[in-house]
């Protein structure tokens, strides 16, 4: 099992930057992709950006290229998703994923392991 436990969420005026932080703990030798979805609501939960730990290939969606930045730690146990030019459409619920492929997936049903997730709010 793999625990994972992400900070770093809060309220920030557009334009401004956050960084969360995603800690793997327990069995981290499983987690050969860690991912970062987000869920507005009423929303479904969507991809943000994603990192091969075995492969050290990073993968992001579309309209955060250019803003946000996935990157972990050499000990690979943590990992973070820098997010600058924020806009108020990335307010969401941001959620942190991982599991043991090392293939980065675009869609939930690819990663087992989920942490509880973190508020971001971007004000106008």
């Known amino acids: 099992q793999v625990q994972l436990e992400e900070s770093g969420g809060g309220l920030v005026q557009a334009g401004g930057s956050l960084r969360l932080s995603c800690a793997a703990s327990g069995r981290t030798i499983s987690a050969g992709t860690m991912g970062w979805f987000r869920q507005a609501p009423g929303e479904g939960r969507e991809f943000v950006a994603g990192?091969?730990?075995?492969?050290?290939?990073?993968y992001y969606t579309g309209s955060v290229k250019g803003r946000f930045t996935i990157s972990r730690d050499n000990a690979k146990t943590t990992v973070y998703l820098q997010m600058n030019s924020l806009k108020p459409e990335d307010t969401a619920v941001y959620y942190c994923?991982?599991?043991?492929?090392?293939?980065?997936?675009?869609?939930?049903?690819?990663?087992?392991?989920w942490g509880r997730g973190t508020q971001v709010t971007v004000s106008s």
């Open positions: 994923a991982a599991d043991g492929s090392g293939v980065v997936g675009s869609t939930a049903s690819s990663y087992n392991y």
């Open positions: 990192i091969s730990l075995i492969r050290s290939l990073v």
